[in-house]
């Protein structure tokens, strides 16, 4: 077994920062990590930010340039990954190669939550998570046009920010009551309401795309499920994502919401772990099963596996925190505020520059900033060691933020 290599199934966050961590801590067997699109591993938040804006090529995006993996001895395998034969500790490839393992971890991530409504399959309606879906959105742009973007998340956000900016006319379509709605206080979604609006994107609640209509095959408009039309030369859709656990499921690993995992991040099989957005791992600092889709996430369950199998393992106990970028606004997250029964505002919404303290029985369990930095950093320190300030800390503006620090 000890010339086998550790294999990564997936290139994103968390299989790169998985090879990369293993030989930044002295690991000197052979690593592989099997990479299923045709690009170098790549970073996938710019892909609807800085990138989908136009800043820089696919180069741009890459993580390291072919000549690391090779300095690196990282072998980049490209195929993809079809079943696990667990008795003989093997992988067995869509090309039909066979590559065994002293370890496997599965870093398979998620993938788009397709819409099923009437047309939905036309080449007019896009999705925004790799890059080849980025790069023809980028390319959209210079149409112009009337675009529908279908769910008011992050992502769907981001991309509404950006096309407005570059032109388009933007109506967006979300069923719950309103933007963000899983992810923020209402708060937060009051700002970003307003800011969208005022750049003329038209925002549409409690209503649903049922179909979308075309002639000779492009979009002609989206019908909502009030029975309104919406006129559009192009949808773009952004309804979350589904986590990747067939692999796993099939070698009969157990699999609910993602592939269920220890606080080690290993699988029922202790030859085989799970990392990133597909992992839903025994949470430590939150007492409950997560499955979190965050570039935090992916690289710090990464970091913990690559001690694991260097001889330094502990649980996995990362502070979760997130960012998102909408038009000139950043908006930043740190710990989980699911379940919050206070919220405190720090600073001034109307001047663009403000944070959501929340509180579960009188204690801080998540900071939301808006164009905020200091206090999402200040969140984030705190947080980690599991502190707290008291409601009427938070909200006075006086209060030195570094004191409860010290």
Known sequence: MADQPILIVGAGHAGFQLAAS????????PVGLINDEAHLPYQRPPLSKAYLKGAGGPDSVMFRPEKFYHDQRIELIADRAAAIDRSARELVCASGASRPYKHLVLATGARNRLIDVPNAGLEDVLYLRTLDESEALRQRFEAGGRVVVVGAGFIGLE???????????VE?????????????????????QRRHSEAGIRLH??????????????????TLSDGRPIAADLVVVGVGVLPNVELAAEAGLPVASGIIVDEHLLTADPDISAIGDCALFASVRFGAPLRLESVQNAADQ???????????????????????????????????????????????????SFSAFCYKAGRLIGIESVNRASDHV??????????????????????DL???LA
């Open 302 to 352: 990464a970091r913990c596996v690559a001690a694991r199998l260097t001889g330094n393992a502990n649980s996995y106990d990362g502070l979760p925190w997130f960012w998102s970028d909408q038009g000139p606004d950043k908006l930043q997250i740190a710990g989980l505020t699911t379940g919050y029964d206070q919220v405190v505002v720090r600073g001034d919404a109307g001047q663009g």
């Open 402 to 404: 570094k004191q409860a």
């Open 172 to 192: 967006v379509v979300e069923l719950a009551p309103r933007v963000m709605a899983r992810a923020v206080t209402p708060e937060i979604s009051d700002y970003f």
């Open 205 to 222: 609640f409690g209503v649903q795309a049922t179909s979308i209509t075309s002639e000779e095959g492009r979009v002609t408009g989206v």
């Open 22 to 29: 293993l030989r930044q801590a002295g690991y000197e067997g």
């Open 159 to 169: 991309f509404a920010a950006t096309a407005r900016a570059k032109g388009l006319e």
């Open 378 to 399: 200040f969140g984030r320190r705190l947080l980690a060691v599991n502190g707290s300030i008291a409601p009427e800390q938070a909200a006075d503006t006086s209060f």
